[in-house]
């Protein structure tokens, strides 16, 4: 093996190298980013701006998913929106790097090839979604579930619960699936070290849940002054999509190249899982096994997080894979060749992601290019029809939420931005634009298409108190009664409504 990696240094280059694609793009082309950004904004505004004022309310509460939200707020009056941006998408791909090679470093106890194969999960098909809050509290998981068993072998374990009780809450300020992850993990590296000294089952078990109270218990502290919403918690809609999301799990934007990866990637795990020459860490493999049936039967829907389901499963790979390593007696031969074979493999395909994601930020600009079009505090009613049949498409619609470009930009309304009662702070409040004053409105395609709206029909439904319509992914000729085309870039057309 490469000297070099055996450095802590090596961990430093390598998250600098996953954060680096954030030095190239003006726009992070993630789904939900946009809308994400317009959000801080207003939080941020705290009712200052009386256009905002107009359409939206933010009231701070405490919620279990706060971890950006938290971010924005220090960032976005120092650097400006934008730019805080690209440094939260950036620490959120360094903390998913970070938190994949020191729990690896920290279980084997050095750093071991089979790491490399795991960091292409970095940037998975979760991130591509924007899943912001979620990869950033995630990766931190992984992070503190290596400091638990750093500071479980070296120090008092009164010493470590006082340091994990401001730490587990956090975790859950950051989101509440990120705590649950740290939890598992624990428990899991609780069992199998319990049950490595011997000793019944009960026994194990009870002392391995015991250990996890200092984790457990700023939670429940924060959850008695938590806001609290009547919602349901739990909904199964897309069940069967649990068959899809690993073949899909590295999607991007070319099918070959991402299935292929996926492909081998269960290759590697299949191998090194049934080679005598490798070693499984019980605490891991316990882990992994534990994440793959939370994965198998929890709902995609909890607490009105849509795809929960769906985020877990590039943790499962990253688990099966950094779960083993080379035995000790494997040569040095097997070790130099997994090394080179891993480092291809990750400079592979972080170097298509990085490519990736320049080409879809390139058309993020290509399509906000209209708003300088568009007068500062307008009402518009941004629509992103889809095409029927376009949701196979393997190289997704990045912009769905690129409304939010709107008022970053131009301070103007975001007809796409969320609700959830339990997850956000953010209240929508324009009358006028119902039903497209948020994301509820349903879906909308270029043409009626399996029970819903094309996008001509939905025009007409606009009321007369929106002035203005952006249109993303449609013809640059497109035209409506009653309505005159302004700007148009590439497939992205601005209208105002004609006198």
Not at 17 to 32: E, S, Y
Request: include cysteine; charge should be positive.
């Amino acid at each position: 093996m490469l000297p070099v990696l055996q450095s802590r240094w090596a961990i430093v280059a390598f998250v600098l190298l996953a954060m680096a694609p954030m030095a190239f793009v003006t726009a992070p082309p993630l789904v939900d980013a946009p809308g994400h950004l317009a959000r801080w904004i207003v939080q941020v505004d705290h009712g200052a701006s009386p256009v905002l004022r107009q359409w939206y309310d933010f009231r701070w509460g405490l919620v279990a998913n706060l971890g950006c939200d938290l971010l924005a707020q220090a960032l976005l009056p120092l650097i400006g929106p934008e730019p805080a941006l690209r440094v939260i998408v950036a620490l959120a791909l360094g903390t998913q790097t970070a938190g994949i090679l020191l729990l690896s470093r920290v279980v084997h106890r050095k750093f071991v090839p089979t790491a490399l194969f795991a960091l292409p999960f970095v940037y998975a098909f979760p991130f591509q979604f924007g899943f912001l809050n979620f990869w950033l509290g995630s990766g931190a998981a992984l992070v503190a579930l290596a400091g638990w068993i750093h500071l479980g072998r070296t120090f008092p374990a009164s010493r470590r619960a006082l340091i994990f009780v401001p730490v587990g809450l956090l975790l859950w300020i950051c989101h509440l699936v990120a705590l649950a992850v740290l939890v598992v993990g624990a428990f899991a590296h609780e069992v199998a070290q319990r049950h490595r000294a011997g000793g019944p089952a009960w026994r194990v078990l009870a002392g391995a849940g015991l250990a996890l109270w200092p984790l457990s218990f700023g939670p429940l502290v924060g959850a008695l002054f938590a806001r609290h919403a009547r919602v349901e918690p739990f909904s199964y809609h897309l069940t069967f999509d649990k068959l899809i999301w690993p073949v899909q799990v590295l999607r991007d934007s070319w099918q070959g190249w991402d299935m292929g990866a996926v492909l081998a990637a269960a290759i590697a795990i299949y191998l090194f899982w049934r080679s005598g020459r490798m070693v499984r860490d019980p605490s891991l493999a316990l882990f992994a096994w534990a994440m793959l049936a939370i994965y198998v039967l929890i709902p995609d829907m909890i607490f009105e997080a849509q795809y929960a389901d769906m985020r877990l499963v590039p943790l499962v790979f990253v688990l099966f894979l950094i779960a083993v390593r080379p035995a000790d007696n494997a040569g040095p031969k097997l070790v130099a060749a997994l090394t080179v074979l891993g480092l291809l493999v990750v400079g592979a395909r972080w170097s298509g992601n990085a490519v990736s994601m320049m080409r879809h930020s390139a058309q993020f600009e290509r399509t906000v290019a209209v708003l300088d079009r568009l007068p500062r505090g307008s009402n518009v009613v941004t629509l992103v029809p889809h095409r029927c049949g376009g949701d196979l498409d393997w190289d997704r619609n990045r912009r769905d939420h690129i409304s939010g470009y709107a008022l970053i930009r131009r301070e103007s309304f975001d007809s796409r931005q969320w609700q959830e009662a339990a997850g956000q702070l953010l209240s929508v409040h324009n009358p006028a634009a119902a039903p497209f004053d948020r994301e509820a409105h349903g879906m909308l395609y270029e043409q009626p298409c399996e029970g819903w709206p094309g996008v001509r029909e939905a025009m007409r439904t606009i009321g007369a108190g929106v002035g203005w319509v952006w249109l993303v992914g449609v013809a640059p000729d497109f035209a409506e009664p009653g309505w005159r085309r302004v700007a148009a870039s590439g497939d992205s057309v601005l209208l105002r409504r004609a006198p």
